[in-house]
């Protein structure tokens, strides 16, 4: 088996690395950067989104797994402690693989032929480069309203507890294959009207984003942010695409909600 270990880059987490490599050669695993089976992502979870962007373009091929040297993370979920288990369960045991949903965006752009396509493990966010953010929303082909405001954020279930959480969206489980719209500061007034509640959409129904007057947008996929000038539109469903993960050990999402923003 190829593996591939991504640390956040500080001293810890280049230490663990050191110590997951040296062990996995031990086993006589194969170091490959280029085509890894499984990529060790070592930090927290924005760690793990580097790591899945990475390697987006093989997907199908990776899993991945996170140790997280700061706090419990939803991607990074095992400790430093453990790692002596994990990198024995890594070589000695065929592992059992969950798929996440993920989020396609599609981008069209006025003076591009070709729609730009990205995939999103958290969210994309829009927001406006100037000034409000003006935009008729369809979902599934009919106009549902024009949203003001600071920004929308359609998030994944793993992305649910993220950014999207901030906004008071819906914690999804991850078995859900659905996408959540979340509002940012929506003005709502006599002429203005936006419903208020974050949506869940499930696969198939895609939601399509339009502007209004200004064309020129701050989009996010994740930790990265792209200013788009001159957007037709931004399409936003339930991808193909999965992420993988291995898993070595039961964790319910639940108990890893609960940890995280509750405490033991
Ligand atoms: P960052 O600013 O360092 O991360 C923001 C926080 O979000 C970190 O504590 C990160 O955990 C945590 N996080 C990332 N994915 C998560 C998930 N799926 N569930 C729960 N917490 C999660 O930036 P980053 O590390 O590059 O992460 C980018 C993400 O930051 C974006 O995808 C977005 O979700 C989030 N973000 C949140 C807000 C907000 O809540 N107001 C605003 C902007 C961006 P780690 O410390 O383990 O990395
Ligand atoms: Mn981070």
């Keep these: 088996m190829k593996f591939a270990i991504?640390?956040?880059?500080?001293?810890?987490?280049?230490?663990i690395?050191?110590?997951?490599?040296?062990?996995?050669?031990?086993?006589?695993?194969t170091l490959d950067e280029e085509e890894p089976d499984i990529v060790i992502s070592v930090g927290g979870d924005g760690t793990l989104l580097h790591a899945?962007?990475?390697?987006?373009?093989?997907?199908?091929?990776?899993?991945f797994v996170g140790v997280h040297t700061g706090h419990l993370g939803f991607y990074a979920d095992w400790t430093p402690d453990e790692v002596e288990k994990l990198v024995i369960h890594i070589a000695k045991t065929p592992f059992q693989v969950v798929e996440y949903p993920l989020l396609e965006v599609s981008i069209q752009l006025n003076d591009e032929d070709e729609e730009r396509h990205y995939l999103a493990l958290n969210e994309c966010t829009v927001k406006s480069s100037e000034g409000s953010l003006v935009m008729d929303v369809t979902i599934k082909g009919d106009h549902f309203e024009t949203f003001r405001g600071d920004g929308l954020c359609i998030s994944t279930p793993t992305g649910s507890t993220a950014y999207n959480k901030a906004l008071s969206g819906a914690i999804i489980h991850p078995s859900l294959a659905s996408i959540q719209l979340a509002e940012m500061a929506s003005i709502n007034n006599r002429v203005y009207r936006t419903v208020g509640s974050p949506l869940v959409l499930p696969q198939h129904h895609t939601c399509m984003l339009k502007p209004v007057n200004d064309v020129n947008f701050d989009i996010t996929i994740d930790h990265l942010s792209i200013i788009h000038k001159g957007v037709k539109s931004i399409h936003c469903r339930v991808a193909?695409?999965?992420?993988?993960?291995?898993r070595y050990r039961p964790f319910p999402f639940w108990v890893r909600v609960r940890e995280s923003f509750i405490g033991d």
């Design 52 to 63: 899945f962007h990475r390697y987006i373009n093989r997907l199908e091929h990776t899993t």
């Design 6 to 15: 991504q640390s956040k880059g500080d001293i810890t987490s280049n230490d």
């Design 17 to 29: 690395k050191n110590q997951i490599m040296s062990y996995l050669l031990g086993f006589e695993l």
């Design 240 to 246: 193909e695409e999965k992420v993988r993960f291995a």
